[in-house]
């Protein structure tokens, strides 16, 4: 069971970066996350939600980055990406991928993070 994220990097600040995550294991694949989601945590700071996104589409974001990001997935790839434009340095974290599920099997899965930085 593994979440794989990639995309991460340094960015100048009103720039763009796409975050991509890769949901592998059979769990995922035999029964897929009810939810798919983007965490992010920056120095002395909690990790807090971003974005996530249910198996039918349905999203929900941050007040900070509404209307600059947007999540989406491909159920049949357990994948989900988030693209983000007019970065600005406070969106500078460490990004998490994550995935859950609250019906049987019950899952939340973190994956080990990417690094976006944005200079100004």
């Known amino acids: 069971v593994q979440l794989q994220a990639s995309g991460g990097g340094l960015v100048q600040a009103g720039g763009s970066l796409t975050l991509s995550c890769v949901a592998s294991g059979s769990i995922f694949s035999d029964t897929p996350p009810g939810i798919m989601a983007w965490y992010r945590q920056s120095p002395g700071n909690e990790r807090e939600l971003v974005a996530e996104i249910d198996y039918y589409g349905r999203t929900n974001y941050a007040d900070s980055v509404r209307g600059r990001f947007i999540i989406s997935r491909s159920n049949s790839r357990n994948t989900v990406a988030l693209q983000m434009d007019n970065l600005t340095p406070d969106d500078t974290a460490v990004y998490y991928c994550?995935?859950?599920?609250?019906?049987?099997?019950?899952?939340?899965?973190y994956g080990r993070g990417t690094l976006v930085t944005v200079s100004s």
């Open positions: 994550n995935a859950r599920r609250a019906n049987r099997p019950v899952y939340d899965v």
